[in-house]
């Protein structure tokens, strides 16, 4: 694809609202509200942080999910999680996991008491039309796995999907060909990354504050990206932080009905049916 180097303005800035989801989980949703309904391909957006267990610990029992993909990364504290795959462990500090649903999964996604904070992230991923009843994937990446760049003095990459320079992050074979960076800037220092032209791109700002392709973002912000290629952030006096995702956008018709996505309304029918019918999980 054609390389103009030009820099990705800033088109919208979100200002997260609070909601309640799970048994009654606080969180800052910035993507699937009103406001901001689908940024395509990228359908929710959620930053749970709390320093008090009582907006957490109902965590999410036992749901189910299809046709989407949910990336959970967390900062601080710990989920014990458990799937109809068979998987279950502990997600804690700086651990990504990454459920590719396709066709069915049931979930269980359960906070545990660490000292009170806990902070973390999740995005969901829509997937396209003919991955939807794909065979179910789970990919967790623990904390060590991700590496860790810093291609200058005060300036950290986290580099959990996609491309940064010649590196890769451990994430792999993702439809949307997905660039997942967690940013740390020191007062003063700058970034600038490469984003394909053809992706979605966001930035969510969670402490801190810096100049986003020249636009002043106060954390905590989503922030979308229009037309180019380039991304450059400047943090300000006291640093920044953000996350910065990109991927492919699909382009396809959505019915979205919870933790259900797909193309039609027949088959979110088709989804509930599957799921009174006890044929939702196919092993
Ligand atoms: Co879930």
Redesign the pocket.
């Known amino acids: 694809m054609a390389q103009t180097n030009r820099l990705r303005k800033v088109i919208n800035v979100i200002e997260p609202m609070y909601v309640m989801e799970g048994a009654g989980v606080r969180l800052r949703r910035s993507i699937a509200t009103r406001q901001l309904d689908y940024l395509d391909p990228f359908l929710l957006f959620d930053h749970f942080g709390s320093n008090d267990p009582a907006d957490y610990m109902a965590g999410?029992p036992m749901?189910p999910?299809r046709g989407i993909e949910?990336v959970t990364y967390m900062l601080v504290g710990a989920v014990k999680h458990t799937d109809s795959m068979g998987n279950s462990g502990v997600i804690t500090d700086g651990d990504v996991q990454w459920?590719t649903s396709g066709s069915g999964i049931m979930?269980e996604?359960m906070p545990q008491p660490v000292e009170g904070h806990m902070e973390g992230f999740?995005l969901w991923v829509n997937l396209p039309a003919k991955l939807k009843m794909s065979k179910p994937r789970y990919q967790e990446i623990p904390a060590g796995l991700i590496p860790v760049l810093n291609p200058e003095k005060g300036v950290s990459i986290k580099l959990i999907a996609g491309r940064f320079g010649d590196f890769r992050g451990p994430v792999t074979d993702i439809a949307a060909d997905p660039v997942y960076l967690d940013v740390s800037l020191d007062a003063g220092c700058r970034f600038t990354n490469q984003i394909a032209s053809d992706h979605t791109a966001f930035a969510y700002v969670f402490a801190g504050d810096g100049e986003f392709c020249g636009s002043s973002v106060v954390s905590t912000k989503l922030v979308i990206f229009g037309e180019g290629d380039v991304i450059e952030v400047a943090a300000g006096s006291a640093g920044v932080k953000f996350l910065l995702i990109s991927g492919n956008p699909l382009g396809e018709p959505v019915a979205r009905y919870g933790?259900f996505v797909m193309n039609t309304n027949e088959e979110i029918d088709q989804a509930l049916q599957d799921l009174r019918n006890g044929t939702f999980v196919i092993s």
Do not use: A
């Open positions: 999410f749901h999910h949910t459920m979930h996604e999740q933790p």
